[in-house]
């Protein structure tokens, strides 16, 4: 076992813990904190299949983040107001159950990510920043001037959806959703990192000619990694909409996008658990020092630039004492 698995078990083994401890003594406030946590380190791991292991730059995850939020939210407002979904051709409702809204978040965002990749894969480098920055900003403005649902103002969602046999109003119990999806999720990256498409997507991010020379076809090969990473965002934003009972346009900002590179760049690009390290850091940072100066992000970036400039291996291989290749 090396150092970084060690330090990976630890990290996930250590946010169950906070969980329970907080639960045990009567702090629901800080199991729901380990919610969000587990929440932002999912839509982290989404981006970190299109950056960190295809070398992507994606400023524009918001998104994602942003249509899975919506997508929960305006299932819920139907069947909150008995209004069918859609009535023609046929009659289709909304609903309130969680796995349907999840495979519906996933799917949103996976066709939005495919129409995205799909242009933005025309371009490389600084060009591909911009295109998936602009396609994000496209879709704020657009939900900002959707007044069905909310408009600038959001949408409520009013009560946390439901699952089979689980209170998701209890804070342990929607923790428990949150993290076993997490951890699925980041099960599921560790298989496909190690699979023949993980070895091709390295190809595509270290030498694409040289991909392309094995009848390999390396836009294709990205392109599946930037629906995947899409899809996984997307499903983290459904999750966000619940934890919060509210979505709005604010998940899809730009600023939103940083974020999620933010928890990445921290954890350590391409690191297995690195989008937990980082989320874990920055909500712990938040709580503890957002309180004290509304300027505590000066601290986050300092933060920031000393991992980029001394940890390019972010806070895991700065800890676990190794350096990724390639």
């Not at 629901?28 to 839509?43: D, E, H």
């Not at 689980?166 to 560790?190: K, R």
């Amino acid at each position: 076992m090396t150092r970084e698995t060690a330090l990976n078990a630890l990290l996930g083994l250590g946010l169950l813990a906070v969980a329970l401890t907080a639960h045990a003594a009567g702090w629901t406030f800080t199991v729901t904190l380990a919610t969000k946590v587990a929440i932002l380190a999912l839509a982290g791991a989404g981006l970190n299949i299109a950056l960190g292991f295809g070398g992507l730059v994606s400023f524009g995850h918001a998104a994602f983040f942003g249509i899975g939020g919506y997508a929960a939210g305006i299932l819920a407002s139907h069947a909150m107001f008995y209004e069918p979904l859609v009535t023609w051709p046929v009659e289709i409702e909304g609903t309130r159950a969680m796995p349907v809204i999840w495979l519906v978040a996933m799917a949103a965002s996976g066709l939005a990510a495919l129409a995205i990749g799909a242009l933005s894969l025309r371009t490389r480098g600084v060009f591909f920043i911009m295109i998936t920055l602009a396609f994000a900003q496209m879709i704020f403005y657009f939900a900002i001037s959707w007044p069905a649902y909310g408009g600038e103002d959001g949408l409520s969602l009013g009560v946390r959806n439901t699952f089979a046999g689980l209170n998701t109003l209890d804070p342990l119990s929607f923790f428990a959703i949150c993290y076993t999806l997490l951890m699925i999720v980041l099960g599921l990256t560790a298989l496909l990192r190690c699979s023949a498409f993980g070895l091709a997507l390295d190809g595509a991010r270290q030498n694409a000619e040289r991909l392309k020379s094995l009848g390999i076809d390396p836009t294709r090969v990205l392109l599946t990694a930037f629906c995947l990473s899409g899809m996984v965002t997307g499903l983290s934003g459904a999750l966000y909409a619940d934890l919060n009972r509210f979505v709005s346009p604010a998940m899809l900002s730009w600023q939103t996008s940083g974020e999620i590179m933010v928890f990445v760049i921290l954890g350590g690009v391409g690191r297995l658990f690195g989008p937990l390290a980082g989320a874990a850091l920055y909500i712990v940072l938040e709580h503890n020092l957002g309180g004290v100066s509304e300027h505590w992000q000066f601290l986050l970036g300092l933060l920031l630039l000393l991992v980029v400039l001394f940890a390019r291996g972010g806070l895991i291989g700065l800890v676990a004492g190794e350096r990724r290749h390639g």
